[in-house]
């Protein structure tokens, strides 16, 4: 019998995440009712945005990138959410800051998921060194190379969303100020992301340059999270007639 590991792990994932974020909502001061939808509703606008990217880059452009779709899609599901958080009248930055543990946490059991699978393989890597898929499914689903040592970037990943996840746990004890928890998600995950890109061997994700397109996506988080946060820091004069 054959199972779908990442699809187990991605399903995993999110019924975790949704657990643990509804077990954290009173301390936010969220109801638990809006905690699952804001769950339910991140998922379905992703999973909808990302098709229809999909569809629409495809009968426009005839060009397809798993990459971009995710992106797009979860740029629709932040766009659901937030409404979703005025039509219920709870603070965006404190549901944010209830996700963003169990963000971590999903992002831990997605990428396991991925390194059982073999997706998102990495490079080669010198001798002594690496992992080895064997499985022909693999090679076939994800055009995994077989019987080479590879990086394990999947495991990297696992190894930046429990470090991170950590950090929060510390963060979080010292009641920082609303929004702050879920930034610190974004920025680190980003950050990290970013340079083990480059150790990433699935040519699919697509290049423009000399980046992939994760690591545009990444920087284009940086610059916006730190313009957001440099723009908020500004004093703010006020001028006497």
Request: with cysteine; aromatic share 12%.
């Amino acid at each position: 019998m054959i199972f779908p590991t990442f699809g187990i792990a991605l399903a995993i994932g999110f019924i975790a995440a949704a657990f643990f974020a509804i077990a954290r909502a009173r301390r936010y001061g969220i109801a638990r009712a809006t905690t699952l939808g804001a769950a339910l509703v991140g998922l379905a606008s992703a999973e909808v945005g990302a098709r229809l990217a999909g569809f629409l880059l495809f009968i426009s452009f005839r060009w397809s990138n798993p990459n971009v779709e995710l992106s797009l899609g979860l740029a629709l599901a932040a766009l659901a959410v937030s409404t979703w958080a005025r039509m219920r009248r709870a603070s965006l930055a404190a549901l944010a800051d209830c996700f963003a543990q169990p963000l971590a946490l999903a992002l831990i059991l997605v990428r396991f998921g991925c390194f059982l699978a073999g997706c998102d393989f990495g490079r080669p890597a010198g001798a002594g060194w690496g992992v080895l898929f064997t499985n022909l499914l693999a090679l076939a689903w994800y055009r995994t190379p077989l019987g080479t040592r590879l990086h394990p970037t999947q495991l990297y990943e696992c190894c930046l969303a429990a470090l991170i996840l950590l950090f929060l746990t510390q963060i979080e004890r010292r009641k920082p100020a609303a929004g702050v928890p879920f930034l610190v998600l974004v920025v680190s995950y980003a950050f990290g992301r970013f340079f083990i890109e480059f150790l990433r061997g699935d040519a699919d994700r697509g290049f423009l340059g000399p980046l992939s397109i994760p690591q545009w996506f990444c920087t284009l988080i940086l610059v916006v999270v730190v313009t957001l946060l440099t723009l908020h820091s500004r004093p703010h004069t006020i001028q006497s007639r």
